[in-house]
Nanobody, 122 residues
């Protein structure tokens, strides 16, 4: 069983930055495909970013490309989401997710964290 614990959410003014962290259990973390998703009130959950276990290949939603950066530290079993130039429309609960074995980065994930709230005010 894999457990994911997100942290780093909070309240930030538009234009500001936050860094989310997701700590994962599991000895094979380095082989997981990892992703970040978000869900705003009244909206469906949407893909934000993903990173492959090998070569660190990354994928982003068009809405965050150029502003958000996903990265991972396999030695620390942690994946990060650096969010810059935040906008009010980025307000949502952000979820970390893991795939094992690795599959389509925008597809289904096997494990989910509990979520962390990000609120951006103008």
């Amino acid at each position: 069983q894999v457990q994911l614990v997100e942290s780093g959410g909070g309240l930030v003014q538009a234009g500001g930055s936050l860094r989310l962290s997701c700590a994962a259990s599991g000895r094979t973390f380095s082989r997981y495909g990892m992703g970040w998703f978000r869900q705003a009130p009244g909206k469906e959950r949407e893909f934000v970013a993903a990173i492959r276990w090998s070569a660190g290949i990354t994928y982003y939603a068009d809405s965050v490309k150029g502003r958000f950066t996903i990265s991972r530290d396999n030695a620390k079993n942690t994946v990060y989401l650096q969010m810059n130039s935040l906008k009010p429309e980025d307000t949502a609960v952000y979820y970390c997710a893991a795939q094992f074995p690795e599959r389509t980065p925008r597809g289904t994930y096997d494990y989910w964290g509990q979520g962390t709230q990000v609120t951006v005010f103008s």
